[in-house]
């Protein structure tokens, strides 16, 4: 299966670890003595360490557990939440389709692509947004499921990039600037980013 080779190469493991950071307030004036038994109060966070891990060999060692990895911060040990397989992990992606006139001849097979490679890699839990590079960057569809992501790839016009009526959400120009250097179809995997994005894009 296509998302199973995507992940051959290597086999990622996401280790969980609170991380604990101190706030304290800073003054002009001289540090006065702290008493020792004055509480520390502290915030802290889950946060998603990726790691790969492989042998001698170069090839990935499966079936570590938690128990396997320690991981340290300024010198003191971590606690470790939980660890994971990559595959276990929800995927929100961003399909990037060139609709330019230049492509035109293409376009199907463009369309094609996408649908097989929604079909094939997505899961019921992960989800993609689509967009469109023309003369303007457009926002087709935020994150969704694999099904209503395929409808909305299935729904862009030939020519979009001249023909695609003035509608949608705009990017900022630094986006369309990114956007634009990519290929026809760009797979872009950052879940914190696409959420941001759809907050930024949306309509007031």
């Known amino acids: ?31 006065p003595p702290v008493d020792d038994d004055e509480p520390i109060r502290i915030d ?30 300024e010198g003191r040990r971590q606690q470790i939440e939980s660890v994971g397989s990559a595959d276990s992990v929800p995927l929100d992606i961003a399909l990037l389709f060139d609709v330019s ?11 094609e692509t996408a649908v ?17 590079i023309g003369e303007k960057a457009l926002l087709v569809s935020g994150l969704a499921q694999a099904g209503p992501a395929t409808e909305s790839v299935l729904a862009i016009p030939v020519a ?9 959400i705009h990017l900022r120009p630094e986006w369309a600037a990114l956007l634009m250097s990519a290929s026809s179809i760009v797979v872009a995997t950052n879940a914190v980013l696409l959420k941001r994005a759809e907050s930024m894009f949306a309509p007031h």
């Not at 802290?44 to 001698?56: C, E, G």
């Open 160 to 168: 979009a990039g001249v023909l695609y009526p003035n509608w949608g």
């Open 44 to 73: 802290s966070r889950l946060i998603v360490v990726p790691v790969s891990v492989v042998d001698a060999n170069g090839q990935p060692v499966t079936g570590l557990t938690q128990a396997d990895f320690q991981i340290s911060e």
């Open 101 to 111: 006139a230049s492509t035109d001849a293409m376009f199907r097979f463009q369309q």
């Open 1 to 31: 299966m296509l998302r199973k080779h995507l992940f051959k190469t290597a086999f990622s493991f996401f280790a969980l670890i609170a991380a604990a950071a101190a706030v304290s307030a800073q003054s002009p004036s001289a540090t």
């Open 116 to 132: 097989k490679f929604l079909k094939d890699v997505l899961r019921a839990e992960d989800r993609a947004a689509i967009f469109t």
